[in-house]
């Protein structure tokens, strides 16, 4: 299992971006994915998840009605939309893979190496 | 919002010794499969968190038995026995049984 994160840059404040999650090693299109973030120093928060055919998604509260999470089982690749961007969002941002396949257990068995996003003007 | 609270947030422990973190949910996290939907993780530094347990007490795939987790409706314990260098880090419960999945605050284990 290999998940590789890209996409973390340098952005002001009300601007947006998106992350990538490109994912190999195992069949991509079974498993619920989740993004969870950190920012530098700080602890883990769980950010969103999308389940293995993307008809279910779920946001934490500090981050829905901006961010969108998305898949694509065609291309092995898992999106997270960043918009209306705050200070408070500059964080590491890791993708992870359920630990089940159709499945929501939320157990997080495989981790990218993250990406970071920095929030600043 | 379930708030996990993690107990102590340090732990020195010396080589060799066993080591004990505790995790109490504010609310019930059995669910009607009788399974306790709690996680714990290791953070090693410098890299990404590694999932250790599983439904309170089912260790991941490759994590050496010396790691071991109980407990069940709000209060959980992870153990490590013969604690070894490899294991500094910091170690993470998490609750999943509901949105929005929420972790602990954190316990940093280092060695004497």
């Known amino acids: 299992v290999h998940l590789v994160e890209s996409g973390g840059v340098v952005v002001r404040p009300g601007g947006s971006l998106r992350l990538t999650c490109a994912a190999s090693g195992f069949d991509f299109g079974d498993y619920t994915m989740h993004w969870v973030r950190q920012a530098p120093g700080k602890g883990l928060e769980w950010v969103s998840l999308i389940s293995w055919d993307g008809s279910r998604t779920d946001y934490a509260a500090s981050v829905r009605g901006r961010f969108i999470i998305s898949r694509d089982n065609s291309k092995n690749s898992l999106f997270l939309q960043l918009n209306s961007l705050r200070s408070e969002d500059a964080a590491f941002y890791y993708c992870a893979k359920d630990i089940s396949p159709f499945q929501m257990l939320s157990n997080f068995d495989s981790w990218g190496q993250g990406t970071l996003v920095t929030v600043s003007s | 919002d379930i708030v996990m609270t993690q107990s102590p947030l340090s732990l020195p422990v010396t080589p060799g010794e066993s080591a004990s973190i505790s995790c109490r949910s504010s609310?019930?996290?059995?669910?009607?499969?009788?399974?306790?939907?709690v996680d714990w993780y290791l953070q090693k530094p410098g890299q990404s968190p590694q999932l250790l347990i599983y439904?309170?007490?089912n260790r991941a795939s490759g994590v050496p038995d010396r790691f071991s987790g109980s407990g069940s409706g709000t209060n959980f314990t992870l153990k490590i026995s013969r604690v070894e260098a490899e294991d500094v880090g910091v170690y993470y419960c998490?609750?999943?049984?509901?949105?929005?999945?929420?972790f602990g605050q954190g316990t940093r284990l280092e060695i004497k």
């Open positions: 998490m609750q999943a049984l509901q949105t929005p999945l929420t």
């Open positions: 609310q019930g996290l059995l669910y009607t499969n009788a399974y306790n939907y």
């Open positions: 439904l309170a007490s």
